[in-house]
């Protein structure tokens, strides 16, 4: 489960204004690569939409079924903003959602169906 912490104002490359969910999974287990000693945090993710700003923050607090994952991407600089410290990341966190997930598995091209 996810659950929608906030909403994000956000702008897509033909410069077109959208708003989409900051979705946070539940409690995750995670051992520090410094101490090797196990806490706890909680994956986000963006997720864009089609919703005006007001649907948007109407499902603040709603929960929908999925996980966040890991997924590689291009190293990319990303900047601290607590700190201001740029460091360099090749991967983002991503909502996923099972059953789509098993959709997509289920699509057979058409030329193997015939």
Do not use: C
């Not at 090797?36 to 089609?50: D, I, N, P």
């Not at 966040?68 to 460091?87: A, F, L, N, S, W």
């Amino acid at each position: 489960m996810v659950t929608v912490k906030e909403i994000k104002k956000a702008e897509n490359s033909k410069g077109e204004v959208f708003f989409g969910l900051i979705v946070q999974s539940g409690a995750v287990p995670v051992k520090s690569k410094k101490t090797g000693r196990l806490y706890f945090t909680a994956k986000t993710a963006f997720v864009a939409t089609t919703f005006d700003e007001q649907t948007a923050t109407s499902l603040i607090g709603t929960e929908f079924e999925g996980t966040i994952k890991r997924v590689q991407t291009e190293p990319y600089d990303y900047t601290i903003e607590e700190t201001g410290e740029i460091i360099t990341l090749s991967h983002r966190w991503e909502y996923v959602d099972p059953v789509l997930d098993i959709i997509d598995e289920q699509v057979v091209e058409e030329a193997a169906v015939i």
